[in-house]
């Protein structure tokens, strides 16, 4: 059986690591595995007084990473004095690239690496989970892993802004799931599992300080043998944070001062052009149609105005599979996301209608009876927001397992 090696970044994690970690350790029924955990911070904290207590609660995690006994650990220390990131390459996307080359550097080709964040909680049969998914399907080179934020029952404002960011995050998924987006996937560096040789083909991952994880992914769904699904799910914990410049902490921060423009809850009349691109493959494969006859794919030629990308595209395939293949190398997940954001300025669409709309659309005969269009989200019970995440969440799963087993 391949070896399971686990990378984990932590800047600044001197309580939810020992947590974490004691997760692994209790993992059931699952032959020995590697932890890699790099502590991590720009070389600048230690200079700067309102960081430096950053400094040394990394110091102090080193010194308990190093007397932790219950694991096998491989500790990267990029935070003490002289050893942190340059200002120029700095945050968790390095962290990931150095953790996943010390891990390609220990690795055979057929070995997994499991992604998880230093604040994230998995059940005892993960890895089990994990290894078996591999196992039992050699094609598969990579799995976006399926995710449930535990909720603080100390801090409603919290909790309240973390489900209204899964509830943007569901949305989108569901939305693409459902017209068969080969890019249907939600990337969080804490969900990810990978085969060591693809990683190793793919280049590792770009250090980018905030979406490096999307990144990755994207880049699996191009290589084909991507999984969004697997048995056990993670539990990543939802929490305020100013560390990168967007995702999931910079989204509750703002959301809790009930700002969402940049995560909206999209119509599901956003992504139909898509579906309709989709639809016309082979008419465009065949030359048969003009990109004006469809907003998605006028939006991919726009920034094509001196040549004809499809045609350019025809020239080059040899049948219509490599031509599909090509098309959805061009019309990516960040060319539909910037497609859809596009289109929701155009015809904006108040959040609770939205969602009430396309939870009509498609759980008709789940959409909870006291869910309303006119009601804001702030107005209902936690509780009520808690309910539809839940709905969102089984949903998707349901259409990650139809995506898995296509």
Known sequence: M???????????????????????AHQDNFPPFEVYVCVNQPDSYWSNPDRLPICHRNQRTLAFLRNYDFLT?????????????????KGVGFARKVLFQQILDDSDAEDIIVSLDADTYVKPGYLRAIADNFAH????NAVAVPYYHPLDPDDEVQGRA????ELYMRNYAINLLKINSPYGFTALGSAVAMRARALHKIGNIT???SGEDFYLVQKFCKMGGLSLFNTECVYPAGRYSDRVPFGTGPAMQRGAEGIWDS???YSHRCFEPIQEAYHSLQALYKNRISVTDNEFLAFLQKDNDKTDIWMDIRRNVADF??????????????????FVRTKHRQQPIDEVIALYENMQCWLPETCPSWFSKTRPFADYPIVQVDELRRLLFEAENELRKEYYSA
């Not at 391949?2 to 692994?24: F, N």
């Not at 650990?73 to 390459?89: A, F, N, Q």
């Not at 599979?321 to 910037?338: E, N, P, S, T, Y």
């Open 263 to 265: 995560y909206p809850i």
């Open 162 to 165: 973390m489900l209204r960011y």
């Open 137 to 140: 399907n050699p094609s598969l």
């Open 2 to 24: 391949a070896t399971l090696r686990v990378a984990i970044p932590a800047m600044d994690e001197e309580k939810s690591l020992p947590v974490t970690l004691d997760a692994l």
């Open 207 to 209: 250090p980018l300080q």
């Open 321 to 338: 599979d490599h031509f599909v293949k090509a098309f959805h190398q061009k019309a990516d997940g960040l060319r539909i996301l910037q």
């Open 73 to 89: 650990l491989h500790v990267i220390d990029r935070s003490s004095p002289g050893c942190g990131w340059p200002e120029k390459k």
